[in-house]
């Protein structure tokens, strides 16, 4: 009588604690994003409401007009969401471990006041600092200008020669605090024994950094590379304050791409969520990439 009292209180549980989670599950990620692959193959475009056609099926007719399209601005997109992740997975996860490394071995003095410095800009909205650095870089009266003048009067805007420059240079400054605050956790889990044994049979700090420190991450360079790259394909809002994609749609990024053919000028909604839907496959491609490189080289969590 006990053991099916305990299997209904078990089931009880099970109904009360897990069915809410999936169906919320199910009705804020996994419906929409089954929605949107089903919209990617219509040509719906507001239906009656706006006038337009009624529904039907138009197939990959969405998907190849991504591809093929010469007015399409796919591959720049692209290009520069590609960008991002390089720039996030080896600029800002290599500089938050070297920060990181710096702070948790105390080699520098006011570690508690430099790592409250450098996390800060995460807890600043991206649209403050859009806003904050457009008025620092993107203007030809702004600050950078004048610097750059003072210089050499002779020099030219810089969105002209490298218009996803700016963008870059705040994006590794903004998230490589986020990157510094995992690390530094990660390190101070290490067990300190094993770094004073290794300094007492003679071991530097190269040593110390290469066959202790750096293995003992592995899982946890992994874990930040997956979120870098996930990060860097839905950037949208920075990017949408700074520069709305300009000049000339050379800072476009595939979310900002999406947005632009779903809400604005004359919208596109079946290739809008065919654009979301190659984001996800692409981020997919790039963390399978990242497990398979982990395998390789024998990552462990």
């Not at 067990?191 to 420190?213: F, H, M, W």
């Not at 996930?230 to 950037?235: D, I, R, T, V, Y």
């Amino acid at each position: 009588m006990t053991d099916l009292t305990s299997k209904k209180e078990e089931r009880l549980a099970y109904v009360v604690l897990v069915v809410p989670a999936a169906l919320i599950y199910f009705s804020v990620m996994a419906f929409p994003t089954v929605f949107s692959v089903i919209l990617s193959l219509t040509n719906y475009n507001g239906g009656k409401i706006f006038g337009n056609p009624k529904v039907s099926f138009a197939g990959i007719a969405s998907y190849i007009e991504i591809f093929t399209n010469p007015n399409g601005y796919f591959y720049l997109a692209l290009k520069n969401n590609l960008l991002i992740v390089v720039m996030s997975v080896f600029g800002q996860i290599p500089l938050g471990f070297i920060l990181a490394y710096i702070l948790s071995r105390r080699l520098v003095r006011g570690t508690d006041f430099f790592q409250t410095m450098i996390y800060l800009p995460n807890v600043i909205s991206p649209v403050i600092i859009g806003i904050l650095f457009k008025s620092f870089y993107l203007n030809s009266n702004s600050v950078y200008m004048e610097i750059v003048h003072f210089f050499n009067p002779a020099a030219e805007f810089i969105m002209n020669n490298h218009p996803m420059a700016p963008v870059l240079i705040v994006m590794l400054w903004m998230y490589t605090g986020m990157y510094v605050i995992i690390f530094l956790a990660n390190i101070q889990r290490i067990d300190t024994s094993i770094i004073e044994a290794a300094r007492i049979d003679g071991a530097g700090e190269r040593q110390i950094l290469s066959y202790i420190i750096l293995p003992a991450l592995s899982g946890v360079i992994v874990t930040c590379a997956i979120l870098a790259i996930s990060g860097s394909l839905k950037s949208f809002d920075l990017i949408y304050v700074m520069t709305a994609g300009g000049p000339a749609n050379q800072t476009n990024v595939l979310s900002l791409y999406m947005y632009k053919m779903a809400f604005q000028g004359a919208v596109n909604y079946p290739l809008a969520n065919a654009i979301s839907t190659v984001m996800v496959v692409i981020s997919f491609m790039l963390i399978a990439l990242t497990r398979a490189v982990e395998k390789r080289f024998g990552g462990k969590e």
